[in-house]
């Protein structure tokens, strides 16, 4: 089971290279394993962790970064993720294996419309573009410490759609948000005890692997597999929550 576990986060860091959503393969196979949600969505976030840093690192000193807004988007990424892990680990068995059909399903419709999303030119002034940033990134720091799949591409799709950024700074932008989020989930998750590190470590490395692997595959002709291969595997998982849900009932 660990093995086909590595082999499915080289997968999804060969899917998040290429098209974003590594998150809709990792998280499933931890669910189809058998993991309890809590326990699939504390070890996904301490495998992801480390390509988020990977990730932001290299957008960063590629200056693919908006500094000035980073600090607030960090800081509003990480409060964010903390009220969400909160939530998470209050909330009963069954009612979260609901939400987490209804969120995978949500999160695959955000990466396959995303590359569908145009930027458009914004202005804002320093008060309103700071709010508005606090605003995204705790949100969708929440979202991502609740849960995770599809943070990413809606980050992308936020920061493209509300500064105007192209696709590439907004990809740079969003990997800083998200690199506040997963630290933030990981360091809750790893505190109450529910990240099997046993499993998480080699996913990351086979993550980082898959990763450095996608990097050099041409994009374009990539993406159309890649969006199916994430469609599949996000509708077979729901498919087996709800029979296990229906069999828990």
């Given at each position: 089971?660990?093995?086909?576990?590595?082999?499915a986060?080289?997968?999804?860091g060969?899917?998040?290279?290429i098209?974003?959503?590594g998150?809709?393969?990792?998280?499933p196979?931890?669910?189809?394993?058998?993991?309890?949600?809590?326990?699939?969505?504390?070890?996904?976030k301490?495998?992801?962790?480390?390509?988020?840093?990977?990730?932001?690192?290299?957008?960063?000193?590629?200056?693919?970064?908006?500094?000035?807004?980073a600090p607030?988007?960090?800081?509003?990424?990480?409060?964010?993720?903390?009220?969400?892990?909160?939530?998470v680990?209050?909330?009963p068995?069954?009612?979260?294996?609901?939400?987490?059909?209804v969120l995978?399903?949500?999160?695959?419709?955000?990466v396959?419309?995303r590359?569908?999303?145009?930027?458009?030119?914004?202005?804002?002034?320093?008060?309103?573009?700071?709010?508005?940033?606090?605003?995204?990134a705790?949100?969708?720091?929440?979202?991502?410490?609740?849960?995770g799949?599809?943070t990413?591409s809606?980050?992308?799709?936020a920061?493209?759609?509300?500064f105007?950024?192209?696709?590439?700074r907004?990809?740079?932008?969003?990997?800083?948000?998200?690199?506040?989020?997963?630290?933030?989930a990981?360091?809750?998750?790893?505190?109450?005890?529910v990240?099997?590190?046993?499993?998480?470590?080699p996913?990351?490395?086979?993550?980082?692997l898959?990763?450095?692997?996608?990097?050099?595959l041409?994009?374009?002709?990539?993406d159309?597999?890649?969006?199916?291969?994430v469609l599949?595997?996000?509708?077979?998982?729901?498919?087996?929550?709800?029979?296990?849900?229906?069999r828990?009932?």
């Amino acid at each position: 089971m660990v093995a086909l576990l590595i082999a499915a986060a080289f997968l999804a860091g060969l899917v998040d290279a290429i098209a974003g959503g590594g998150g809709l393969v990792a998280l499933p196979a931890l669910l189809a394993a058998g993991l309890p949600p809590h326990v699939a969505l504390g070890t996904n976030k301490g495998q992801a962790v480390f390509g988020a840093t990977a990730s932001a690192v290299s957008f960063w000193r590629r200056g693919m970064v908006d500094r000035a807004r980073a600090p607030l988007g960090f800081a509003a990424g990480f409060v964010g993720s903390c009220l969400g892990v909160i939530g998470v680990l209050a909330m009963p068995l069954r009612p979260l294996r609901v939400v987490v059909i209804v969120l995978l399903l949500i999160a695959a419709a955000v990466v396959l419309a995303r590359r569908n999303v145009e930027p458009q030119p914004r202005s804002m002034g320093r008060g309103a573009s700071a709010a508005a940033l606090a605003g995204i990134a705790l949100l969708l720091g929440a979202y991502d410490g609740f849960f995770g799949p599809g943070t990413g591409s809606m980050l992308v799709v936020a920061f493209a759609v509300v500064f105007g950024d192209a696709l590439t700074r907004a990809s740079g932008n969003a990997k800083i948000v998200n690199l506040a989020s997963n630290i933030a989930a990981m360091l809750l998750f790893a505190h109450r005890g529910v990240i099997i590190w046993s499993v998480a470590l080699p996913m990351a490395a086979a993550n980082a692997l898959g990763a450095a692997t996608g990097a050099h595959l041409a994009v374009r002709k990539g993406d159309r597999l890649v969006r199916a291969v994430v469609l599949v595997v996000v509708a077979a998982i729901a498919v087996k929550l709800a029979i296990d849900l229906a069999r828990s009932g």
